[in-house]
């Protein structure tokens, strides 16, 4: 591409300290050519001058589902990556359910090559805890870090006993890999729900302890652990947050991620397109008093990260059947924090969970990506917005194969302009001269 000159940008530095102000930076060839204070545009160069544009570290997302190999129909690993690119994500984890689950060398081996050739941005592979995710015996923990697992996870599943929790964190601990679970208790779940299938009130089938339960038992196989580091997925609930508030104090190494829609949609939501239809994500939206809980743990630090699980569906044939239950999210997470009236005033904050914190709760297999820093002579891994720029994703924008997001058509705040992944533009927004993927 031809060099891109950013006028005039707060530059964010999770690393080093608050934003800096009113900063050039020249982009050519992939790197971070020079940064400074009133510099002329080579000549050919496009320059971005907009009011409070924003630059910082490319994003990494600590939970998506790419749906591929397994479901094609549902999602591609092409587009799931377009769309974390559009997002600002300059790198995505996907987790192991896949059909089947990721829980041998050779499935592990299959997925990462894929990931390779498709991977629009790169993709950091998880394994499963369990095989099958059946919560009975371990996946090959070892091995399979040694084939290149980023971390483990049965997400979509939480069927892992304390006792085998702890073995997992313990395994998975000696090759400085994490283990991701989600927390829902699914003993809570089946008492709530005793003849099981789907419902129109599933949502009070999930109910809030199923989550407190099953972080109250985590925490306490990671205590009882000689190792290992524990993440805990998509928190809902005022109870989850207090508990990770308090293993924090105590010192447990516990990291939380929470995801947009939680943090910013009540439930239960009904689905525009047909009334009667009601959309749903595991855990469920909750309301009120739970979301001023996340909003107040994503602020102190109590909840580490921003992530999307992204989890595409196809839109069911019948009007009239249920949606699965799940979001596409991985292309809205910014903007559907910065559309909150929350969002804005925490931005350096949401930044932060979006690049630095990822990166430090992921440990060292995230050695392949650079430091989550904007620095002159480096190759870009960057991502350029507009926190007041306005956006609907509509057919024209959205970039993943699942349209199921509560934010269908709803104006957005949070405009994304361009996205570099080491060194490479891998979204770029057509009034900068990017593809005519996005008007
Ligand atoms: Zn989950």
């Known amino acids: ?3 891109l000159l950013l006028r ?3 530059l964010m530095r999770p690393l080093e300290g608050p934003a800096l102000e009113a900063v050039d930076i020249l982009i050519q060839d992939g790197r971070v050519e020079e ?3 009133g510099m002329a545009a080579p000549a050919g160069s496009v320059v971005v001058e907009r009011e409070g544009c924003v630059v910082a570290p490319a994003f990494l997302d600590l939970h998506t589902h790419l749906r591929e190999p397994g479901q094609p129909w549902k999602e591609r690993i092409a587009t799931a990556t377009a769309a974390a690119a559009a997002g600002g994500f300059g790198a995505v984890c996907a987790m192991a359910n896949l059909r089947p689950p990721v829980d041998s060398v050779v499935r592990l081996r299959e997925c990462l090559a894929k990931n390779r050739s498709w991977g629009r941005v790169p993709v950091l592979q998880f394994a499963a805890v369990s095989e099958q995710l059946a919560g009975q015996r371990l996946a090959p923990l070892g091995e399979l870090a040694g084939a290149g697992a980023a971390g ?3 997400d979509g599943r939480n069927a892992l006993s304390q006792e085998l929790l ?8 000696a090759t400085g890999r994490l283990v991701a679970i989600h927390p829902e208790d699914e003993g809570v779940l089946a008492a709530a729900n005793p003849w099981g299938g789907e419902d129109p009130t599933a949502w009070l089938l999930r109910p809030r302890e199923a989550e407190v339960s099953a972080v109250r038992s985590a925490l306490g196989a990671l205590r009882s652990a000689g190792q290992g580091r524990l993440h805990l997925q998509h928190l809902s609930t005022s109870g989850a947050v207090e508990l990770v508030r308090e ?3 105590e010192g447990l190494p516990v990291s939380a991620e929470v995801t947009a829609h939680h943090l910013v949609l009540e439930g239960p939501l009904r689905d525009p397109e047909a009334r009667d239809r009601e959309l749903t994500c595991n855990p469920p939206l909750r309301g009120d008093e739970d979301r001023a809980a996340l909003w107040e743990g994503l602020a102190d630090g109590t909840i580490d990260v921003l992530a999307s699980d992204h989890a595409p569906h196809e839109s069911p044939s019948d009007p009239l059947q ?3 239950p799940g979001f596409s999210g991985v292309q809205v997470q910014l903007s559907a924090v910065l559309s909150d009236p929350h969002g804005g005033p925490l931005l350096e904050r949401l930044v932060e969970a979006l690049t630095a914190r ?5 440990g060292r297999v995230s050695e392949g990506l650079p430091e989550p820093a904007v620095r002159e002579g480096q190759p870009a891994h960057l991502t350029v917005f507009d926190p007041e720029g306005v956006w609907r994703p509509e057919a024209g924008s959205w970039l993943s194969l699942g349209t199921n997001t509560p934010f269908w058509e709803r104006p957005l705040r949070g405009l994304v302009l361009a996205t570099f992944t080491r060194g490479r533009v891998v979204f770029l927004r057509r009034e900068l001269g990017g593809e005519a993927e996005l008007a």
């Open 1 to 3: 591409m031809r060099g």
């Open 8 to 10: 005039s940008v707060r």
């Open 35 to 37: 940064m400074g204070n």
């Open 152 to 154: 483990f996870s049965d």
């Open 166 to 173: 702890r073995q997992a964190l313990e395994q998975a601990g």
């Open 247 to 249: 293993a924090k104090r």
């Open 322 to 324: 249920r949606r699965s």
């Open 358 to 362: 990822p990166l430090e709760v992921l």
